[in-house]
């Protein structure tokens, strides 16, 4: 039997375990840092496909398991994300009282663009309502606090949310609404790690979308409401989908590896490229890069 039969059927065996047991409340432990690793199993991949030895590619492929689990220990231990493994006990555990935040900024009649900067780790994210304010959030979690601060560049107004740094084991929980102001035009920078990510844009005026996302749950709905769009996406083991408007012409550029696609309306007009049908004469255009690794990639037509 091939090694590559046995190791990759052994590694999601391994995998699957470790879900039922923190699923089952039997083990605690984070796995932020197990999904900001997700370039090990490129690795893992790669080593499958050199021509040595089955015994030699599972020599390297344990090795490469242990510098990366030593690695971390060793060097993660500041990190928010670090592993914390702790037995489940019933009568010890006493669940921590949710942190309630609300956060917002001020509409200001010289804003007429704005950058929303988020650095949102893990949890469940949202953008779906509009507010008078320029920004407005609510949040609840078990970890830590965010903070947020501005300032502008000339008519931009630059909005950072950061978590600060906090100690995070057992079951984290953090659930981050937000609603944005109609008036401005937005460019979002997001620096996502293990977290669902459901973004409602289509009543904003969206010119970039720069977000980056560890194994992450993405679904991002675009309006017309802005001449041109850039969405430029890079992702590690992540579910995307991205909608917009069938009026809007819309061109990807499609950078992925080991990652499963479905480009409905869209034709392919050269290599790693694709258009809609309308794109030349369309009065708004939206540009769609993308660069994933073993990622599920949707892009969808309203």
């Known amino acids: 039997m091939s090694y590559r039969k046995i190791f990759w059927g052994v590694l999601l065996v391994l995998i699957g375990i470790l879900f039922i047991l923190k699923n089952t409340g039997i083990l605690f432990f984070s796995w932020h840092t197990f999904w900001n690793l ?79 900067d988020l650095n949102i780790g893990v949890g469940d994210f949202s953008i779906k309502d509009t507010t008078d304010k320029l920004i407005d959030l609510d949040r609840t979690g078990s970890e830590g606090k965010y903070s947020m601060t501005s300032h502008d560049n000339d008519s931009m107004r630059v909005i950072k949310l950061s978590l600060d740094k906090a100690e995070f084991k057992g079951e984290v929980r953090n659930t981050v609404k937000m609603k ?91 290599n790693h490229h694709y258009q809609t049908d309308n794109y030349v004469n369309a009065k708004n255009k939206i540009h769609i890069n993308m660069e994933a690794g073993m990622a599920s990639i949707n892009v969808e037509r309203y």
């Open 38 to 116: 997700w370039p090990v199993i490129l690795i893992l991949w790669g080593v499958s496909l050199i021509p040595v030895k089955d015994w030699i590619k599972a020599v390297i492929s344990l090795a490469t398991i242990v510098i990366a689990f030593v690695v971390v220990q060793q060097f993660g231990k500041n990190d928010s994300w670090n592993w914390h493994f702790n037995y489940n006990d019933r009568n010890n555990d006493k669940m921590e009282e949710p942190i309630s935040q609300n956060l917002s900024e001020d509409m200001d009649s010289i804003v007429r663009y704005a950058t929303l």
């Open 180 to 270: 944005l102001n109609t008036v401005p035009v937005w460019d979002l920078e997001l620096n996502v790690g293990a977290a669902e990510v459901n973004f409602d844009l289509s009543k904003f005026k969206t010119r970039k979308i720069n977000l980056q996302g560890g194994a992450s749950d993405i679904e991002v709905k675009l309006g017309d409401l802005y001449p041109e769009s850039n969405v430029n996406i890079e992702a590690g083991a992540a579910s995307i989908t991205v909608r917009i408007p069938k009026d809007a012409g819309a061109e990807i550029t499609n950078n992925t590896f080991l990652a499963s696609k479905s480009f409905n309306g869209f034709q392919k007009t050269s």
